[in-house]
Protein backbone atom coordinates (compact mmCIF):
# COMPACT_ATOMS: atom_id res chain seq x y z
CA UNK A 1 0.00 0.00 0.00
CA UNK A 2 1.43 3.14 -1.20
CA UNK A 3 1.44 6.56 0.38
CA UNK A 4 -1.54 8.69 -0.24
CA UNK A 5 -0.07 12.35 -0.76
CA UNK A 6 -1.69 13.32 2.22
CA UNK A 7 0.66 11.01 4.82
CA UNK A 8 3.75 11.38 2.34
CA UNK A 9 3.70 14.64 3.11
CA UNK A 10 3.35 14.75 6.83
CA UNK A 11 5.62 12.14 6.83
CA UNK A 12 8.46 14.20 4.56
CA UNK A 13 7.90 18.31 6.19
CA UNK A 14 6.02 17.73 9.46
CA UNK A 15 7.13 14.34 11.22
CA UNK A 16 10.66 15.89 11.56
CA UNK A 17 8.76 18.48 14.22
CA UNK A 18 7.07 15.95 16.28
CA UNK A 19 7.99 15.83 19.76
CA UNK A 20 8.30 12.69 21.96
CA UNK A 21 4.50 12.54 22.62
CA UNK A 22 3.53 13.26 19.04
CA UNK A 23 4.04 9.50 18.50
CA UNK A 24 5.82 10.52 14.68
CA UNK A 25 2.49 12.04 13.95
CA UNK A 26 1.20 8.43 12.68
CA UNK A 27 -1.37 7.67 15.59
CA UNK A 28 -4.99 9.01 16.03
CA UNK A 29 -3.60 11.57 18.76
CA UNK A 30 -0.79 12.36 20.65
CA UNK A 31 -0.05 11.22 24.40
CA UNK A 32 1.30 13.69 26.95
CA UNK A 33 1.92 13.24 30.67
CA UNK A 34 1.25 16.76 31.99
CA UNK A 35 4.00 18.12 34.38
CA UNK A 36 3.32 17.26 37.66
CA UNK A 37 2.55 20.43 40.00
CA UNK A 38 1.38 22.45 37.14
CA UNK A 39 -1.64 24.01 35.77
CA UNK A 40 -2.06 23.85 32.09
CA UNK A 41 -2.72 27.17 30.32
CA UNK A 42 -4.38 26.74 26.43
CA UNK A 43 -5.07 29.19 23.73
CA UNK A 44 -5.85 28.55 20.00
CA UNK A 45 -5.67 31.16 17.52
CA UNK A 46 -6.50 30.95 13.46
CA UNK A 47 -4.83 33.30 10.56
CA UNK A 48 -6.51 33.46 7.30
CA UNK A 49 -3.90 34.54 3.91
CA UNK A 50 -4.86 37.88 3.20
CA UNK A 51 -6.68 38.58 6.40
CA UNK A 52 -3.80 38.00 8.93
CA UNK A 53 -0.80 38.11 6.92
CA UNK A 54 -0.06 38.52 3.11
CA UNK A 55 -0.68 36.32 0.77
CA UNK A 56 2.83 36.21 -0.46
CA UNK A 57 4.91 36.93 3.27
CA UNK A 58 8.08 34.22 2.97
CA UNK A 59 6.27 30.56 4.17
CA UNK A 60 8.77 30.74 6.65
CA UNK A 61 7.44 33.40 8.55
CA UNK A 62 3.71 32.55 7.98
CA UNK A 63 3.48 29.01 11.03
CA UNK A 64 6.40 31.06 13.14
CA UNK A 65 4.07 34.03 12.93
CA UNK A 66 0.58 32.20 14.09
CA UNK A 67 3.17 29.93 16.49
CA UNK A 68 4.45 33.37 17.99
CA UNK A 69 0.47 34.96 18.48
CA UNK A 70 0.05 31.70 20.51
CA UNK A 71 2.97 32.11 22.76
CA UNK A 72 2.18 35.82 23.09
CA UNK A 73 -1.47 34.37 24.71
CA UNK A 74 0.97 32.18 26.83
CA UNK A 75 2.81 35.36 27.95
CA UNK A 76 0.06 36.88 28.90
CA UNK A 77 -1.04 34.60 31.27
CA UNK A 78 2.41 34.29 32.70
CA UNK A 79 3.07 30.66 31.66
CA UNK A 80 5.71 28.37 30.04
CA UNK A 81 5.41 26.87 26.39
CA UNK A 82 5.20 23.11 26.75
CA UNK A 83 3.75 22.38 23.22
CA UNK A 84 1.20 22.84 20.12
CA UNK A 85 -1.04 21.20 17.43
CA UNK A 86 -1.05 22.62 14.12
CA UNK A 87 -3.62 21.98 11.62
CA UNK A 88 -2.81 23.70 8.08
CA UNK A 89 -5.81 23.89 5.27
CA UNK A 90 -3.42 24.14 1.72
CA UNK A 91 -4.81 25.57 -1.65
CA UNK A 92 -4.38 23.40 -4.13
CA UNK A 93 -0.94 23.09 -5.85
CA UNK A 94 0.67 24.43 -3.02
CA UNK A 95 4.60 23.44 -3.82
CA UNK A 96 6.77 21.22 -1.93
CA UNK A 97 8.99 23.93 -1.28
CA UNK A 98 6.77 26.34 0.00
CA UNK A 99 6.20 23.39 2.49
CA UNK A 100 9.44 22.69 3.33
CA UNK A 101 10.71 26.41 4.08
CA UNK A 102 7.20 26.56 5.90
CA UNK A 103 8.41 24.06 7.98
CA UNK A 104 11.96 25.39 8.10
CA UNK A 105 10.41 28.07 10.07
CA UNK A 106 8.38 26.34 12.44
CA UNK A 107 11.33 24.21 13.25
CA UNK A 108 13.56 27.42 13.91
CA UNK A 109 11.22 28.66 16.27
CA UNK A 110 10.37 25.34 18.12
CA UNK A 111 14.19 25.33 18.87
CA UNK A 112 14.11 29.05 19.99
CA UNK A 113 11.11 28.67 22.71
CA UNK A 114 11.28 25.22 23.31
CA UNK A 115 8.68 23.58 22.17
CA UNK A 116 7.59 20.98 19.81
CA UNK A 117 3.90 19.53 17.63
CA UNK A 118 2.20 17.33 19.02
CA UNK A 119 -0.22 16.69 16.29
CA UNK A 120 -2.59 18.43 13.55
CA UNK A 121 -4.17 17.97 10.15
CA UNK A 122 -3.40 18.73 6.66
CA UNK A 123 -6.06 19.32 4.32
CA UNK A 124 -7.00 21.02 1.21
CA UNK A 125 -8.62 24.15 0.42
CA UNK A 126 -10.10 25.58 -2.38
CA UNK A 127 -10.05 29.04 -0.56
CA UNK A 128 -6.94 30.89 1.32
CA UNK A 129 -3.94 29.28 2.75
CA UNK A 130 -5.84 29.05 6.24
CA UNK A 131 -4.27 27.66 9.76
CA UNK A 132 -5.38 26.98 12.80
CA UNK A 133 -2.87 26.74 16.50
CA UNK A 134 -3.81 25.13 20.10
CA UNK A 135 -0.88 26.22 22.03
CA UNK A 136 -0.51 24.64 25.62
CA UNK A 137 1.92 26.05 28.57
CA UNK A 138 2.26 25.41 32.43
CA UNK A 139 2.18 27.94 35.11
CA UNK A 140 2.29 27.83 38.62
CA UNK A 141 -1.54 26.47 39.93
CA UNK A 142 -3.48 29.59 40.55
CA UNK A 143 -0.90 32.00 39.90
CA UNK A 144 -1.51 32.45 36.01
CA UNK A 145 -1.96 36.31 35.21
CA UNK A 146 -5.38 37.67 34.73
CA UNK A 147 -7.54 40.27 32.92
CA UNK A 148 -9.83 40.69 35.62
CA UNK A 149 -7.36 42.02 38.96
CA UNK A 150 -7.01 46.15 38.14
CA UNK A 151 -7.82 48.15 40.80
CA UNK A 152 -8.21 51.95 40.91
CA UNK A 153 -4.91 53.19 41.32
CA UNK A 154 -3.00 50.81 40.01
CA UNK A 155 -0.32 52.25 37.48
CA UNK A 156 -0.86 51.16 33.58
CA UNK A 157 1.88 49.93 31.88
CA UNK A 158 3.19 48.51 28.60
CA UNK A 159 6.42 46.43 27.55
CA UNK A 160 8.38 47.64 23.76
CA UNK A 161 7.33 49.73 21.54
CA UNK A 162 3.26 50.12 20.37
CA UNK A 163 2.25 50.46 16.60
CA UNK A 164 5.12 49.16 14.94
CA UNK A 165 2.66 46.28 13.73
CA UNK A 166 0.14 48.60 12.06
CA UNK A 167 2.92 50.43 10.46
CA UNK A 168 5.07 47.59 9.61
CA UNK A 169 1.48 45.64 7.39
CA UNK A 170 1.76 49.08 5.70
CA UNK A 171 5.38 48.62 4.70
CA UNK A 172 5.28 45.21 4.01
CA UNK A 173 2.28 46.20 1.56
CA UNK A 174 4.82 48.47 0.15
CA UNK A 175 7.24 45.49 -0.31
CA UNK A 176 9.69 47.64 2.16
CA UNK A 177 12.14 45.09 4.23
CA UNK A 178 13.02 46.75 7.18
CA UNK A 179 12.77 46.19 10.69
CA UNK A 180 9.05 47.20 10.94
CA UNK A 181 7.42 44.76 8.04
CA UNK A 182 9.82 41.89 10.26
CA UNK A 183 7.95 43.32 13.07
CA UNK A 184 4.77 42.86 11.56
CA UNK A 185 6.00 39.28 10.05
CA UNK A 186 7.56 37.71 13.53
CA UNK A 187 6.26 39.47 16.85
CA UNK A 188 8.55 38.66 19.61
CA UNK A 189 5.97 36.76 22.12
CA UNK A 190 7.05 38.54 25.60
CA UNK A 191 7.59 35.13 27.58
CA UNK A 192 10.32 36.27 30.29
CA UNK A 193 8.22 39.26 30.52
CA UNK A 194 4.92 37.92 31.63
CA UNK A 195 6.88 35.23 33.63
CA UNK A 196 8.20 37.86 35.88
CA UNK A 197 5.05 39.47 36.51
CA UNK A 198 3.68 36.90 38.02
CA UNK A 199 2.88 37.88 41.47
CA UNK A 200 3.71 41.84 40.24
CA UNK A 201 0.99 42.81 37.91
CA UNK A 202 -2.86 42.20 38.68
CA UNK A 203 -3.91 41.93 35.46
CA UNK A 204 -2.61 41.20 32.45
CA UNK A 205 -2.88 40.50 28.50
CA UNK A 206 -1.12 40.63 24.65
CA UNK A 207 -2.04 43.57 22.89
CA UNK A 208 -3.07 42.21 19.07
CA UNK A 209 -5.78 44.14 18.04
CA UNK A 210 -5.01 47.81 19.24
CA UNK A 211 -3.51 49.26 22.73
CA UNK A 212 -6.76 50.91 23.25
CA UNK A 213 -9.41 48.36 22.30
CA UNK A 214 -7.49 45.85 24.16
CA UNK A 215 -7.59 48.13 27.02
CA UNK A 216 -11.45 48.03 27.27
CA UNK A 217 -10.95 44.45 27.90
CA UNK A 218 -9.11 44.74 30.83
CA UNK A 219 -11.05 47.20 31.83
CA UNK A 220 -14.73 45.08 31.56
CA UNK A 221 -13.11 41.99 33.08
CA UNK A 222 -11.51 44.62 35.76
CA UNK A 223 -14.62 46.43 36.37
CA UNK A 224 -12.80 49.88 36.47
CA UNK A 225 -12.07 52.73 34.22
CA UNK A 226 -8.70 53.76 32.79
CA UNK A 227 -6.80 56.86 31.86
CA UNK A 228 -4.07 56.70 29.03
CA UNK A 229 -1.80 59.16 28.25
CA UNK A 230 -1.37 58.44 24.34
CA UNK A 231 2.07 60.83 24.76
CA UNK A 232 3.73 58.41 26.95
CA UNK A 233 3.30 55.32 24.63
CA UNK A 234 6.34 54.37 23.93
CA UNK A 235 7.59 54.40 19.69
CA UNK A 236 10.48 52.44 18.24
CA UNK A 237 12.61 55.09 15.68
CA UNK A 238 10.81 54.32 12.73
CA UNK A 239 7.35 55.45 14.38
CA UNK A 240 8.31 58.54 15.18
CA UNK A 241 6.49 60.39 12.77
CA UNK A 242 3.37 58.32 12.57
CA UNK A 243 -0.09 59.65 14.57
CA UNK A 244 -0.50 58.36 17.89
CA UNK A 245 -4.06 57.80 16.67
CA UNK A 246 -2.82 55.33 14.59
CA UNK A 247 -0.32 53.73 17.20
CA UNK A 248 -2.22 53.03 19.31
CA UNK A 249 -5.21 51.38 17.60
CA UNK A 250 -3.75 49.67 15.00
CA UNK A 251 -3.33 45.86 15.69
CA UNK A 252 -0.42 43.32 15.74
CA UNK A 253 2.06 44.61 18.45
CA UNK A 254 1.77 41.16 20.41
CA UNK A 255 3.40 43.48 23.33
CA UNK A 256 2.01 42.82 27.06
CA UNK A 257 -0.57 45.90 28.51
CA UNK A 258 -0.90 45.30 32.34
CA UNK A 259 -1.63 46.89 35.72
CA UNK A 260 0.38 46.80 38.52
CA UNK A 261 0.91 48.88 41.60
CA UNK A 262 4.66 49.44 41.18
CA UNK A 263 7.08 47.57 39.29
CA UNK A 264 10.36 46.53 40.15
CA UNK A 265 13.49 48.90 39.94
CA UNK A 266 14.61 48.23 36.24
CA UNK A 267 11.69 46.19 34.67
CA UNK A 268 11.24 46.70 31.26
CA UNK A 269 8.14 48.39 31.14
CA UNK A 270 6.45 51.73 30.38
CA UNK A 271 4.19 53.58 32.38
CA UNK A 272 1.46 55.08 30.46
CA UNK A 273 -1.34 55.96 32.75
CA UNK A 274 -3.84 54.72 35.38
CA UNK A 275 -6.54 52.65 36.58
CA UNK A 276 -9.49 54.82 38.00
CA UNK A 277 -12.55 54.31 39.81
CA UNK A 278 -15.62 54.02 37.55
CA UNK A 279 -17.74 52.90 34.22
CA UNK A 280 -15.31 50.06 32.02
CA UNK A 281 -14.26 53.20 29.79
CA UNK A 282 -11.33 53.75 28.59
CA UNK A 283 -10.66 58.18 28.67
CA UNK A 284 -7.41 58.36 26.21
CA UNK A 285 -5.66 62.14 26.53
CA UNK A 286 -2.70 63.56 24.35
CA UNK A 287 -0.98 66.25 26.54
CA UNK A 288 -4.13 66.31 28.85
CA UNK A 289 -6.25 67.03 26.32
CA UNK A 290 -9.27 64.25 25.32
CA UNK A 291 -8.11 62.81 22.19
CA UNK A 292 -10.99 61.25 19.91
CA UNK A 293 -10.26 57.93 17.89
CA UNK A 294 -12.85 56.95 14.91
CA UNK A 295 -12.17 53.84 16.19
CA UNK A 296 -10.43 51.65 19.25
CA UNK A 297 -8.97 48.88 17.25
CA UNK A 298 -9.56 45.51 14.95
CA UNK A 299 -12.08 43.27 14.78
CA UNK A 300 -11.48 39.76 12.81
CA UNK A 301 -15.05 39.53 11.49
CA UNK B 1 -15.74 51.33 24.75
CA UNK B 2 -18.45 49.19 22.56
CA UNK B 3 -17.39 45.73 21.81
CA UNK B 4 -16.73 45.03 18.54
CA UNK B 5 -18.54 43.11 16.42
CA UNK B 6 -16.44 39.55 16.64
CA UNK B 7 -16.17 40.05 20.56
CA UNK B 8 -19.75 40.65 20.50
CA UNK B 9 -20.18 37.24 18.50
CA UNK B 10 -18.52 35.11 21.12
CA UNK B 11 -20.21 36.48 23.91
CA UNK B 12 -23.75 35.48 22.70
CA UNK B 13 -22.96 32.57 20.96
CA UNK B 14 -19.70 31.09 21.97
CA UNK B 15 -19.37 31.98 25.80
CA UNK B 16 -22.70 29.64 27.14
CA UNK B 17 -20.43 26.68 25.40
CA UNK B 18 -17.49 27.57 27.95
CA UNK B 19 -16.43 25.43 30.34
CA UNK B 20 -14.99 26.29 33.81
CA UNK B 21 -11.52 26.38 32.81
CA UNK B 22 -12.41 28.66 29.91
CA UNK B 23 -12.99 31.38 32.26
CA UNK B 24 -15.91 32.82 29.50
CA UNK B 25 -13.56 33.30 26.99
CA UNK B 26 -12.56 36.73 28.01
CA UNK B 27 -8.87 36.27 29.06
CA UNK B 28 -5.72 35.35 26.81
CA UNK B 29 -6.37 31.55 27.64
CA UNK B 30 -7.78 28.60 29.64
CA UNK B 31 -6.81 27.03 32.46
CA UNK B 32 -6.74 23.80 33.21
CA UNK B 33 -5.97 21.47 36.04
CA UNK B 34 -5.44 18.11 34.62
CA UNK B 35 -6.63 15.03 35.84
CA UNK B 36 -4.49 13.31 38.50
CA UNK B 37 -3.07 10.15 37.55
CA UNK B 38 -3.72 10.28 34.16
CA UNK B 39 -1.96 10.82 30.94
CA UNK B 40 -3.56 13.04 28.43
CA UNK B 41 -4.46 12.55 25.06
CA UNK B 42 -4.78 14.96 22.23
CA UNK B 43 -5.67 15.37 18.43
CA UNK B 44 -6.69 18.18 16.20
CA UNK B 45 -8.74 17.98 12.91
CA UNK B 46 -10.11 20.75 10.30
CA UNK B 47 -12.85 20.33 7.77
CA UNK B 48 -13.38 22.91 4.87
CA UNK B 49 -16.86 23.58 3.29
CA UNK B 50 -17.02 21.47 -0.09
CA UNK B 51 -14.64 19.28 0.86
CA UNK B 52 -15.00 17.68 4.79
CA UNK B 53 -19.11 18.71 4.47
CA UNK B 54 -20.95 19.89 2.06
CA UNK B 55 -21.87 24.41 2.46
CA UNK B 56 -25.44 23.81 2.78
CA UNK B 57 -25.14 21.07 5.60
CA UNK B 58 -27.24 22.22 8.67
CA UNK B 59 -25.63 24.40 10.61
CA UNK B 60 -26.36 22.17 13.62
CA UNK B 61 -24.59 19.39 12.24
CA UNK B 62 -21.22 21.07 10.83
CA UNK B 63 -19.34 21.45 14.62
CA UNK B 64 -21.10 18.58 15.62
CA UNK B 65 -19.51 16.54 12.95
CA UNK B 66 -16.13 17.66 13.99
CA UNK B 67 -16.42 17.34 17.23
CA UNK B 68 -17.74 13.82 16.69
CA UNK B 69 -14.66 13.01 14.30
CA UNK B 70 -12.04 14.39 16.89
CA UNK B 71 -14.03 12.41 19.45
CA UNK B 72 -13.53 8.77 17.89
CA UNK B 73 -9.83 9.83 17.29
CA UNK B 74 -10.32 9.67 21.61
CA UNK B 75 -11.88 6.38 21.08
CA UNK B 76 -9.70 4.95 18.50
CA UNK B 77 -6.68 5.51 21.81
CA UNK B 78 -9.43 3.91 24.14
CA UNK B 79 -9.80 7.29 25.69
CA UNK B 80 -12.29 9.92 27.59
CA UNK B 81 -13.21 13.39 26.24
CA UNK B 82 -11.98 16.07 28.31
CA UNK B 83 -12.43 19.44 26.46
CA UNK B 84 -11.50 20.90 23.20
CA UNK B 85 -10.77 24.50 21.64
CA UNK B 86 -12.03 25.17 18.39
CA UNK B 87 -11.37 28.02 15.94
CA UNK B 88 -13.97 28.98 13.09
CA UNK B 89 -13.13 30.78 10.08
CA UNK B 90 -16.59 32.76 8.86
CA UNK B 91 -17.25 33.52 5.40
CA UNK B 92 -17.90 37.08 5.55
CA UNK B 93 -21.63 37.70 5.87
CA UNK B 94 -22.59 34.40 7.91
CA UNK B 95 -25.48 35.12 9.57
CA UNK B 96 -26.77 35.10 13.48
CA UNK B 97 -29.04 32.23 12.85
CA UNK B 98 -26.28 30.32 11.19
CA UNK B 99 -24.35 31.04 14.21
CA UNK B 100 -26.60 30.32 16.96
CA UNK B 101 -28.04 27.04 15.40
CA UNK B 102 -24.15 26.05 14.88
CA UNK B 103 -23.65 26.79 18.78
CA UNK B 104 -27.18 24.75 19.34
CA UNK B 105 -25.50 21.95 17.54
CA UNK B 106 -22.52 22.04 19.81
CA UNK B 107 -24.39 22.32 23.32
CA UNK B 108 -25.96 19.48 22.26
CA UNK B 109 -22.83 17.27 21.65
CA UNK B 110 -21.57 18.88 24.97
CA UNK B 111 -23.92 17.78 26.99
CA UNK B 112 -24.11 14.27 24.88
CA UNK B 113 -20.29 13.77 25.89
CA UNK B 114 -19.78 15.10 28.51
CA UNK B 115 -16.88 18.22 27.29
CA UNK B 116 -17.12 22.01 27.19
CA UNK B 117 -15.18 24.16 25.43
CA UNK B 118 -11.99 25.93 26.68
CA UNK B 119 -11.31 28.51 24.35
CA UNK B 120 -10.59 29.35 20.26
CA UNK B 121 -10.61 31.78 18.16
CA UNK B 122 -13.37 33.83 15.60
CA UNK B 123 -12.04 34.79 12.30
CA UNK B 124 -13.47 35.97 8.84
CA UNK B 125 -12.66 34.51 5.60
CA UNK B 126 -12.77 35.60 1.70
CA UNK B 127 -12.96 31.62 0.97
CA UNK B 128 -15.40 28.82 2.64
CA UNK B 129 -16.00 28.25 5.86
CA UNK B 130 -13.36 26.58 7.96
CA UNK B 131 -13.07 24.65 11.19
CA UNK B 132 -10.51 23.33 13.34
CA UNK B 133 -10.86 21.89 16.69
CA UNK B 134 -8.74 20.17 18.69
CA UNK B 135 -9.50 18.24 21.62
CA UNK B 136 -8.24 16.23 24.89
CA UNK B 137 -9.14 13.35 26.63
CA UNK B 138 -7.42 11.24 29.47
CA UNK B 139 -6.69 7.85 29.88
CA UNK B 140 -4.75 5.65 32.09
CA UNK B 141 -0.87 6.02 32.03
CA UNK B 142 0.81 3.59 29.34
CA UNK B 143 -2.58 2.36 28.48
CA UNK B 144 -3.59 4.24 25.17
CA UNK B 145 -4.68 2.00 22.55
CA UNK B 146 -2.35 2.29 20.05
CA UNK B 147 -1.28 1.37 15.82
CA UNK B 148 1.68 -0.38 16.27
CA UNK B 149 0.45 -3.76 18.31
CA UNK B 150 -0.98 -5.94 16.28
CA UNK B 151 1.05 -9.11 15.73
CA UNK B 152 0.71 -11.97 13.05
CA UNK B 153 -2.22 -14.46 13.76
CA UNK B 154 -4.38 -11.53 15.56
CA UNK B 155 -7.89 -11.35 14.81
CA UNK B 156 -8.57 -8.02 12.52
CA UNK B 157 -12.01 -6.84 13.60
CA UNK B 158 -14.30 -3.60 12.81
CA UNK B 159 -17.48 -2.12 15.05
CA UNK B 160 -20.73 -0.96 13.42
CA UNK B 161 -21.24 -0.93 9.88
CA UNK B 162 -18.66 0.40 7.45
CA UNK B 163 -19.78 2.25 3.62
CA UNK B 164 -22.64 4.06 5.04
CA UNK B 165 -20.23 7.19 5.41
CA UNK B 166 -19.48 6.97 1.47
CA UNK B 167 -23.08 6.44 0.98
CA UNK B 168 -24.43 9.07 3.22
CA UNK B 169 -22.54 11.48 1.57
CA UNK B 170 -23.51 10.51 -1.95
CA UNK B 171 -27.13 10.60 -0.30
CA UNK B 172 -26.70 13.80 1.32
CA UNK B 173 -25.61 15.46 -2.69
CA UNK B 174 -29.20 13.93 -3.61
CA UNK B 175 -30.56 15.98 -0.65
CA UNK B 176 -31.63 12.95 0.50
CA UNK B 177 -32.66 12.81 4.43
CA UNK B 178 -32.12 9.32 5.56
CA UNK B 179 -30.19 7.26 8.01
CA UNK B 180 -27.57 7.42 5.53
CA UNK B 181 -26.67 11.02 4.95
CA UNK B 182 -27.69 11.48 9.16
CA UNK B 183 -24.42 9.00 9.06
CA UNK B 184 -22.62 11.25 7.07
CA UNK B 185 -23.73 14.32 8.64
CA UNK B 186 -23.31 13.19 12.37
CA UNK B 187 -21.01 10.11 12.80
CA UNK B 188 -21.10 8.57 16.44
CA UNK B 189 -17.59 7.93 18.09
CA UNK B 190 -17.23 4.21 19.32
CA UNK B 191 -16.27 5.83 22.90
CA UNK B 192 -17.24 3.15 24.64
CA UNK B 193 -16.51 0.58 22.77
CA UNK B 194 -12.24 2.01 22.29
CA UNK B 195 -12.74 2.05 26.20
CA UNK B 196 -13.63 -1.57 26.46
CA UNK B 197 -10.77 -2.22 24.10
CA UNK B 198 -7.99 -1.31 26.92
CA UNK B 199 -6.10 -4.59 27.72
CA UNK B 200 -7.63 -6.14 24.52
CA UNK B 201 -6.93 -4.71 21.52
CA UNK B 202 -3.06 -4.83 20.27
CA UNK B 203 -3.47 -2.42 17.96
CA UNK B 204 -6.56 0.08 17.65
CA UNK B 205 -7.54 3.27 14.69
CA UNK B 206 -10.50 4.96 13.63
CA UNK B 207 -11.66 4.67 10.07
CA UNK B 208 -11.74 7.87 8.63
CA UNK B 209 -9.63 7.88 4.92
CA UNK B 210 -11.06 4.24 3.74
CA UNK B 211 -10.82 0.85 5.31
CA UNK B 212 -8.75 -0.83 3.43
CA UNK B 213 -5.96 2.52 3.06
CA UNK B 214 -6.81 2.99 6.81
CA UNK B 215 -5.89 -1.06 7.43
CA UNK B 216 -2.34 0.04 5.36
CA UNK B 217 -1.71 2.18 8.49
CA UNK B 218 -1.96 -0.29 11.09
CA UNK B 219 0.34 -2.71 9.20
CA UNK B 220 3.13 -0.24 8.74
CA UNK B 221 3.25 0.88 12.50
CA UNK B 222 2.93 -3.23 13.30
CA UNK B 223 5.39 -4.36 10.88
CA UNK B 224 3.08 -7.44 9.62
CA UNK B 225 0.65 -8.26 6.65
CA UNK B 226 -3.33 -8.42 7.18
CA UNK B 227 -5.95 -10.38 5.32
CA UNK B 228 -9.33 -8.61 5.07
CA UNK B 229 -12.07 -10.59 3.68
CA UNK B 230 -14.04 -8.21 1.92
CA UNK B 231 -17.35 -10.41 1.69
CA UNK B 232 -17.52 -10.65 5.94
CA UNK B 233 -16.84 -6.99 6.05
CA UNK B 234 -20.34 -5.86 7.84
CA UNK B 235 -22.55 -3.40 5.66
CA UNK B 236 -26.12 -1.65 7.05
CA UNK B 237 -29.36 -2.29 5.19
CA UNK B 238 -29.22 0.54 3.38
CA UNK B 239 -25.87 -0.45 1.99
CA UNK B 240 -26.59 -4.02 1.24
CA UNK B 241 -27.12 -3.89 -2.68
CA UNK B 242 -23.64 -1.38 -3.13
CA UNK B 243 -20.04 -2.51 -4.57
CA UNK B 244 -17.98 -3.70 -1.98
CA UNK B 245 -15.29 -2.15 -3.55
CA UNK B 246 -17.42 1.52 -2.49
CA UNK B 247 -17.67 0.34 0.86
CA UNK B 248 -14.25 -0.75 1.71
CA UNK B 249 -12.70 2.73 0.59
CA UNK B 250 -15.10 5.08 0.84
CA UNK B 251 -14.38 7.75 3.94
CA UNK B 252 -16.23 8.88 6.54
CA UNK B 253 -17.02 5.48 8.74
CA UNK B 254 -15.93 6.40 11.84
CA UNK B 255 -15.43 2.69 13.05
CA UNK B 256 -13.15 1.47 15.24
CA UNK B 257 -10.54 -1.16 13.27
CA UNK B 258 -8.78 -3.09 15.07
CA UNK B 259 -6.07 -6.29 16.22
CA UNK B 260 -6.68 -8.94 18.99
CA UNK B 261 -6.00 -12.36 19.52
CA UNK B 262 -10.12 -12.85 20.69
CA UNK B 263 -12.75 -10.80 21.87
CA UNK B 264 -14.72 -11.08 25.11
CA UNK B 265 -17.80 -12.69 24.88
CA UNK B 266 -20.58 -10.45 22.91
CA UNK B 267 -18.41 -7.77 22.15
CA UNK B 268 -19.90 -5.50 19.32
CA UNK B 269 -17.62 -5.86 16.54
CA UNK B 270 -17.10 -8.46 13.53
CA UNK B 271 -14.04 -10.42 12.13
CA UNK B 272 -13.24 -9.41 9.16
CA UNK B 273 -9.38 -10.52 8.06
CA UNK B 274 -6.09 -11.82 10.02
CA UNK B 275 -2.76 -10.22 10.39
CA UNK B 276 -0.11 -12.18 8.64
CA UNK B 277 3.87 -12.43 8.67
CA UNK B 278 5.46 -10.56 5.96
CA UNK B 279 5.93 -7.41 4.49
CA UNK B 280 3.25 -3.77 5.62
CA UNK B 281 0.75 -4.86 2.95
CA UNK B 282 -3.67 -5.46 3.10
CA UNK B 283 -4.13 -8.40 0.75
CA UNK B 284 -7.99 -8.27 -0.05
CA UNK B 285 -9.87 -10.86 -0.62
CA UNK B 286 -13.76 -11.12 -1.97
CA UNK B 287 -15.14 -14.98 -1.47
CA UNK B 288 -12.01 -15.93 -1.51
CA UNK B 289 -10.67 -14.49 -4.92
CA UNK B 290 -8.18 -11.44 -5.18
CA UNK B 291 -10.16 -8.01 -5.09
CA UNK B 292 -8.13 -5.22 -7.32
CA UNK B 293 -8.98 -1.68 -6.34
CA UNK B 294 -8.34 1.91 -8.15
CA UNK B 295 -7.30 3.16 -4.69
CA UNK B 296 -7.35 2.39 -1.02
CA UNK B 297 -9.08 5.42 -0.13
CA UNK B 298 -9.09 9.25 0.74
CA UNK B 299 -6.40 11.70 0.53
CA UNK B 300 -7.62 15.07 1.28
CA UNK B 301 -4.68 17.40 -0.32
Given amino acids: VTLPPEFALIARHFRPLAGAGGLDLTDDAALLTPPPGRELVLAADAMVAGVHFLPDDPPETIGRKLLRVNLSDLAAMGADPLAYLMTVALPHGTGDDWLAAFAQGLAADQAEYGLAVLGGDTVGTPGPLTLSLTILGTVEPGRALRRGGARPGDGLFVTGTIGDGVLGLAAARRGEAGSLATRYRLPT????E?????GVATACMDVSDGLVQDLGHICRASGCGAVLHAERVPRSAPAEGAPVATLITGGDDYELLFAAPALPEGFPA??????VEGPAEVTVLDGGAPLTLARPGWSHI
Same sequence: chains 1, 2.
Fill in 189 to 192: PRLA
Fill in 194 to 198: GRALL
Fill in 270 to 275: TRIGVF
